[in-house]
């Protein structure tokens, strides 16, 4: 299979339920971000963080939510799996078992920290970018009912994993001192 189709020269693509769209639709918008977050994690990764199991299934659910939320609702598909309220509960449980680890958080912190932690903020950014261009896609157009409490899940366990590759180095969270 070749890399390019030359389908989308025309400044469209094409969603997984068919049908063209231009690549400027809020969909391929937020489709896009979920890509761009997904490589961030394979920074963060690269970086040596320590929570490589994690993030490499995180890196697969960011699959998942893609292909979700590039099929409209109405559509049907045998070989895409919507977004249900499992993910969201093990994406609580996640966040649960690394606060369990931490200090308690009672003050605002700087992003930042060791390279992998300030890769995670910076994922973090980038996951809430795609929920906010999730909103305005639900707006006007149907999505999948658990890709929003999932995008926001998503990005407190961005959080917490940042706090938690800090952490692990031994390394305190920056207050901010306003």
Same mark, same amino acid.
Request: glycine fraction near 8%; hydrophobic fraction near 45%.
């Given at each position: ?9 025309? *400044? ?15 969909? &391929?918008?937020?489709?896009?971000? =979920? ?12 970086? *040596? ?11 697969? =659910?960011?699959?998942? %939510? ?13 070989? %895409? ?13 996640? %966040? ?10 009672? &003050? ?34 149907? &999505? ?25 180095? *031994? ?8």
């Amino acid at each position: 299979m070749k890399l390019y189709t030359r389908s989308g020269d025309d *400044g469209t693509t094409q969603l997984f339920a068919g049908g063209r769209v231009p690549k400027t639709h809020l969909r &391929v918008a937020a489709c896009g971000t =979920l890509d761009e977050l997904n490589a961030q994690l394979g920074l963060a990764r690269s970086l *040596g963080a320590r929570n490589e199991d994690c993030l490499a299934q995180l890196q697969s =659910l960011l699959l998942r %939510i893609g292909a979700d939320l590039a099929m409209p609702l109405q559509a049907r598909s045998d070989h %895409i799996t919507r977004i249900d309220a499992a993910v969201v509960d093990w994406l609580e449980t996640e %966040i649960d078992r690394l606060d369990d680890e931490l200090p308690p958080l009672t &003050v605002f912190i700087l992003p930042g920290g060791t390279p992998p932690a300030a890769a995670l903020h910076v994922a973090r950014t980038v996951c809430r970018r795609a929920e906010r261009l999730v909103v305005a896609l639900q707006a006007g157009e149907d &999505v999948g009912p658990q890709l929003l409490p999932c995008l926001n899940r998503l990005s407190d366990l961005l959080f917490a994993l940042a706090r938690h590759e800090n952490h692990l180095a *031994g390394q305190d969270d920056d207050p901010w001192l306003p």
